[in-house]
């Protein structure tokens, strides 16, 4: 599948904040809305993010998302141990009419 | 928000076919469409295909047209994902996800593995 690129791992401690990088092209991100998603272990993925920027009922402030050009970023701030997760981002990619998920990133707590 | 209950577990030999299905409660079923995400063990997800569960249309990702084909049945509320010929390459947990006008994936099935060995 088309590559969104995500460090493959970030940490913080308790309290800090957490920015999470997600690189795609101009198919994907460059023109196409882009979302983000958390996974506990063992669990499904949960909508963290939709349409770059905007966060559903239910999900604290502390997750934010944004868009720039050809990438996004998701940032956790305040980062708690219930963070602990696997993360990633989705767009659309026009190059293979599909939707395509970033290498994912896992974030520990310290 | 909406629930969504996948069949059980399966266990497929290579070359045979397999369906899964996901029944949606909660919400007006044709209003919403589904797709189709697996995830192999230790990998990222992959987007498979959707369907809209009003109009019954579809839509496959290149990798897997001509092999998958998603269903549904309005009168139960469920939606079906059926693979065929398959390989040790398609052992893993097969989720249903709901797709609506803005929000993208906002509601999983519980997953059903799928296993496939000789």
């Known amino acids: 599948q088309s590559v969104l690129t995500q460090p493959p791992s970030a940490s913080g401690t308790p309290g800090q904040r957490v920015t999470i990088s997600c690189s795609g092209s101009?198919?994907?991100?460059?023109?196409?809305?882009v979302y983000w998603y958390q996974q506990l272990p063992g669990a499904a993925p949960q909508l963290l993010i939709y349409r770059n920027d905007q966060r559903p009922s239910g999900v604290p402030d502390r997750f934010s998302g944004s868009k720039s050009d050809t990438s996004a970023s998701l940032v956790i701030s305040g980062l708690r141990s219930e963070n602990e997760a696997d993360y990633y981002c989705v767009a659309w990619d026009d190059s293979v009419s599909g939707y395509v998920f970033g290498t994912g990133t896992k974030v520990t707590v310290l | 928000q909406g629930l969504l209950l996948q069949s059980g577990a399966e266990v497929k030999k290579p070359g045979a076919s397999v369906r899964v299905s996901c029944k949606a409660s909660?919400?007006?079923?044709?209003?919403?469409?589904m797709n189709w995400v697996r995830q192999a063990p230790g990998q990222r997800p992959e987007w498979m295909g959707w369907i809209n569960s009003g109009t019954a249309n579809t839509r496959y990702s290149q990798k897997f047209q001509g092999r998958v084909t998603i269903s549904r049945d309005t009168s139960a509320s469920t939606v079906y994902m059926e693979l065929r010929s398959l390989t040790s390459e398609d052992t893993a947990v097969y989720f249903c996800?709901?797709?609506?006008?803005?929000?993208?994936?906002?509601?999983w099935g519980q997953g059903t593995l799928v296993t496939v060995s000789s």
């Open positions: 996800a709901r797709e609506g006008t803005e929000l993208l994936f906002d509601s």
């Open positions: 909660g919400y007006t079923f044709t209003r919403f469409g």
């Open positions: 101009s198919s994907n991100i460059g023109s196409n809305y």
